[in-house]
């Protein structure tokens, strides 16, 4: 399977909820990095967590990240219609200058 | 603030023909990549440059592919002998240094390859 996979890869929820959205990687990194991307635009940075990092805030965002499961997390809460759009999660592997990103989570928030 | 820019939003070309694709990074970055996503598919990564040569690159970017730093702000993603595959959008990134720091993606250029 590929590094950095999130689930739900579809997620609907009422506006004002919390959306979770999750990742899961292989290998070591040096930090994680979470983008939206609404429909055929660009990628828009959200946040960076380090790997020495376990949590971190940013307004609406909570982002964890637990290096001993290799897995990451990305709490948006009391959600609002223009949070709509798709969100990858994006490693930078130690030793490695690239990201890899996820095949996303479609988050639509219903009014 | 300081954002990357990419020219054209759009192309269509014809297979067999070259584009040029054209990036502006953020000033003070060091670091610059492209990717490309096709319709549907996950981001993928093609190649990064530093220090006016190419520093990494994927199995994608192969000898129809080249990038250029030709002056102090313009990165440019050149494809020689376009084919339909080559349809998706491409987006540019740059960073301030390697490891640890934020890349910062523009807006793409979507090619359109007939």
């Known amino acids: 399977s590929q590094q950095g996979e999130e689930d739900p890869q579809a997620l609907s929820i009422q506006e004002g909820e919390n959306a979770t959205m999750n990742c899961s990687y292989k290998t070591s990194i040096n930090n994680l990095q979470w983008y939206r991307q609404n429909s055929g635009r660009g990628l828009v940075h959200l946040i960076l967590?380090?790997?020495?990092?376990r949590e971190k805030h940013s307004g609406r965002l909570r982002v964890t990240l637990d290096t001993s499961k290799k897995s990451s997390s990305l709490l948006i809460t009391a959600s609002r219609a223009a949070d709509t759009a798709s969100y990858f999660c994006a490693t930078d592997a130690i030793g490695a200058q690239k990201l890899v990103f996820g095949q996303g989570t479609r988050l639509t928030i219903n009014p | 603030e300081p954002e990357v820019t990419q020219t054209p939003s759009h192309q269509v070309t014809q297979m067999g023909q070259e584009v040029i694709l054209r990036c502006v990074p953020i000033s003070n970055h060091l670091y610059f990549y492209w990717y490309r996503q096709i319709l549907g598919q996950k981001v993928e990564f093609l190649v990064s440059?530093?220090?006016?040569?190419?520093?990494?690159k994927s199995e994608i970017f192969d000898d129809q592919f080249s990038v250029e730093r030709p002056d102090g702000s313009n990165f440019t993603l050149k494809i020689r002998s376009t084919k339909l595959e080559d349809s998706a959008m491409y987006f540019c990134a740059s960073s301030a240094s390697r490891g640890q720091e934020t890349q910062y993606f523009g807006p793409g250029t979507r090619l359109l390859v007939l």
């Open positions: 440059f530093y220090n006016n040569e190419i520093s990494e």
């Open positions: 967590i380090r790997s020495n990092e």
